[in-house]
């Protein structure tokens, strides 16, 4: 029989890289407007430091996805909510590669190489080329509103189908529900 | 090649050997042969730096600065250099950080628009490596500072290339909140590629 569930591992990876996302999320709208001063360097590269993180944690996820296939949406859903769904999850899957690839790519262009926790260093992919980093950065940012915008909807979708549908759509990605099998 | 005869070896080294004397005392005797180099060709000489923020090197440089130098590797010891660097000049590697470093905090260029190094002798290390001593002077403090470097020929172009690392703190180069060393380093590394004319 098909499981119904997320497997655990893909409910940990979902909710750990949400918490992650959103953070950093928020650490990067709070950042730019900051006066510069020490306490802006750390939080810059703790910025960077989580999207480099959630950078290596998505490949995690899919390559777990790929070993435990989603359980099929729930039963009896419009044709063009399978599609959107389908089509919502792939994008935010899209960008959680794009988002922190932008990000690794635009701090090269700037000329401040990413250094893992200050320990480990990525290679700069790019030369430094000022305007190539102002270019990037603006799509490091816009890739970012985008997926705020995608994310609303996925939140509001999830939250559709646990109030007004009373479906387990939001149930089988909760963790410790297991008895709801 | 290994097994070339020793006669051979001896005599070889035994010639080098008087013609390096020969060019020693010829040498202390102020010969005419000896060239200075000291006709410094600004646009091919580079002044840069790295800092650490943050762990990640980060590279700058200086867009004009003035070097003055006397320099004959026969005569190293009789070495002079100066240079004047136009602290307005300093790139630091963005734009936010080169609106920063001329503030108050930083380099205070309104106040010291102008560094300087001076040096005050010179010493041969052997080889092409020679070190350098002399006065460093930034927003208005001095201290003592010995810079390692390499002398090569290219041509007629005598070309030095040095380096020395200073403490940013010691001459208050970052001061207030930003003494704090774990967010930009402490050391400070300076490079110099100075290319010189000889003198005719
Ligand atoms: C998935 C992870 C990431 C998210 C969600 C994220 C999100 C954001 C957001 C919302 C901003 C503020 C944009 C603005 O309104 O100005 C920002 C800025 C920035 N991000 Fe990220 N980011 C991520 C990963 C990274 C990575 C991996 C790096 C570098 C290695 C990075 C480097 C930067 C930099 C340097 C800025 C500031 C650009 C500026 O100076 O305005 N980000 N990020
Ligand atoms: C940064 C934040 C988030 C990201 C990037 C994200 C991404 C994803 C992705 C890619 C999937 C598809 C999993 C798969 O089939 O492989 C998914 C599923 C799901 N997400 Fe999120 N999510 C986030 C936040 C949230 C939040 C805050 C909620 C709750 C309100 C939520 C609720 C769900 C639910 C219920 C599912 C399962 C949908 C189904 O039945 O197939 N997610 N999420």
């Known amino acids: 029989m098909t499981p119904k569930r997320y497997t655990r591992t893909a409910i940990g990876l979902h909710w750990l890289m949400a918490l992650l996302l959103i953070g950093t999320f928020g650490v990067g709208l709070y950042m ?51 599609i959107a769904a389908h089509g919502l999850h792939h994008l935010l899957y899209l960008l959680m590669i794009a988002i922190p690839l932008s990000g690794w790519l635009m701090s090269s262009a700037k000329g401040f190489q ?13 030369a430094k080329n000022a305007e190539l980093g102002d270019l990037l950065q603006t799509v490091h940012v816009w890739l970012n509103y985008g997926f705020a915008a995608l994310l609303a909807a996925h939140v509001a979708a999830a939250l559709k189908h646990h109030v007004v549908d009373r479906d387990d759509t939001l149930t089988r990605m909760l963790p410790l529900l297991e008895k709801n099998r | 090649m290994f097994k070339r005869h020793p006669a051979t070896r001896s005599t070889r080294s035994r010639t080098l050997l008087s013609a390096a004397l020969a060019a020693v005392c010829l040498g202390a005797a102020g010969s005419a042969t000896a060239v200075e180099f000291g006709q410094v060709q600004a646009e091919k000489s580079t002044l840069t730096f790295v800092s650490k923020q943050m762990g990640v090197a980060v590279d700058g440089k200086f867009r004009k600065f003035a070097t003055t130098l006397a320099f ?75 810079a390692p470097f390499t002398f090569r020929q290219d041509g007629g ?4 290339d040095g380096y020395f690392t200073l403490k940013r703190l010691d001459f208050a180069i970052g001061d207030g909140a930003w003494s704090d060393t774990s967010a930009v380093a ?15």
């Open chain 1, 32 to 82: 730019t407007g900051l006066k510069l001063s020490p306490f802006k360097l750390k939080i810059y590269s703790w910025h960077k430091w989580a999207g480099v993180a959630a950078f290596l944690l998505v490949f995690l996820r899919l390559a777990w996805r790929a070993g435990h296939r989603p359980p099929p949406l729930v039963a009896g859903l419009p044709r063009w909510q399978e």
């Open chain 1, 114 to 126: 990413t250094v893992w926790f200050g320990v480990l260093p990525l290679p700069d992919l790019l």
């Open chain 2, 72 to 146: 004959d590797p026969a005569k190293p010891t009789q070495g002079s250099a100066r240079l004047d660097l136009d602290m307005a000049s300093i790139d630091a590697g963005s734009k936010d950080a080169n609106d920063e470093v001329v503030g108050k905090a930083w380099f205070n260029v309104k106040e010291h628009p102008q560094a300087s190094f001076v040096s005050t002798s010179v010493k041969a290390l052997g080889g092409d490596r020679y070190e350098a001593a002399g006065k460093l002077t930034i927003k208005g403090k001095v201290q003592d500072v010995k």
């Open chain 2, 157 to 160: 172009n005598g070309i030095f």
């Open chain 2, 186 to 200: 402490n050391e400070v590394q300076i490079k110099f590629h100075v290319v010189a004319a000889a003198r005719k």
